[in-house]
């Protein structure tokens, strides 16, 4: 198993339900750009279920060498890496954010995935779980970089799904709203609409054993991001969302 974002709560949360569920792997390797946090978690992990991780230091801000990745096997890989960055009243002029916000979020982050497509269509089997988020469903004045990235990323997942099928290859995609994690730790989300970590796994697990193409950690985003969709552009524009 490969885990992309190893110090997201979510990759921690489904690590610990498909360890706790007695599934084990020869290794299990967790990519990261913050090695040292890693290293904790491998550490944590290890002691609990007796199961041997590989960390990957990888940091999609920085160009990246991707031969070592090559020699990697695996038929399960799971990526919530993701980067907010600043919002555009804050960030939308500074490029530094705007590039690494795309890069993590979706230029980077598709070579990656690309190179375990390549695996798997090569063995003609694999999973592939990704997160995006309901941001991609409609550009917002709040946070359009981000949101065009996840869009971005989407596509990309439905397209590679839609590829891979041919060859034996499931993807799927996870679409969170809130989580209940650092990365939303400055905003205040409402209560009904933020998920928990260990929540998003257990339903990404159940929809991964259940091979779903598509999945809302919250069902209920599902229906609002219907809604805002649907808002005539004359009306969207003038609202402050
Ligand atoms: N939180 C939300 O409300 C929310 C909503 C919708 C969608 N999402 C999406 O859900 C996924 C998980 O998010 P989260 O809430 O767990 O956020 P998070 O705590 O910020 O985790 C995202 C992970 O992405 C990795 N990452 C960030 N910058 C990176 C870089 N330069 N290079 C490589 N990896 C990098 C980091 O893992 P390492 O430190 O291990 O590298 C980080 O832990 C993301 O794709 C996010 O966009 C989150």
């Given at each position: 198993m490969v885990i992309l974002g190893a110090n997201s709560e979510i990759s921690q949360a489904f690590i610990e339900r498909v360890l706790s569920r007695g599934e084990r792997f020869p290794v299990v390797y967790l990519f990261s750009s913050n090695e040292e946090n890693a290293k904790r978690i491998a550490r944590h992990f290890t002691v609990k279920y007796q199961q041997q991780f590989e960390i990957i230091p990888f940091d999609l801000s920085l160009e990246n060498d991707f031969e070592?990745?090559?020699q990697l096997d695996t038929e399960l890989v799971f990526c919530a890496s993701g980067f907010l960055g600043k919002d555009a009243a804050t960030g939308?002029?500074?490029d530094a954010?705007?590039?690494?916000i795309i890069a993590v979020n979706y230029s980077r982050i598709i070579v990656l995935?690309?190179?375990?497509?390549?695996?798997?269509?090569?063995?003609?089997?694999?999973?592939?779980?990704?997160?995006?988020?309901?941001a991609g469903e409609r550009g917002r004045q709040s946070n359009f970089i981000y949101g065009s990235a996840k869009a971005g990323f989407t596509a990309y997942l439905q397209g590679l799904r839609n590829y891979l099928f041919h060859k034996g290859v499931h993807v799927l995609t996870v679409i969170?709203?809130?989580m209940d994690t650092?990365?939303?730790?400055?905003?205040s989300t409402p209560k009904m609409l933020t998920a928990s970590p260990q929540k998003a796994a257990s339903i990404i697990y159940k929809a991964w054993k259940s091979k779903k193409n598509v999945v809302y950690v919250t069902p209920i985003w599902r229906y609002i991001m219907l809604i805002i969709r649907n808002i005539p552009e004359f009306i969207f524009k003038k609202m402050k969302m």
């Open positions: 070592p990745i090559k939308l002029y500074d954010n705007t590039q690494r995935l690309n190179h375990f497509a390549q695996h798997f269509e090569a063995k003609g089997k694999g999973t592939l779980i990704a997160l995006t988020s309901v969170p709203g809130f650092p990365m939303t730790a400055n905003l």
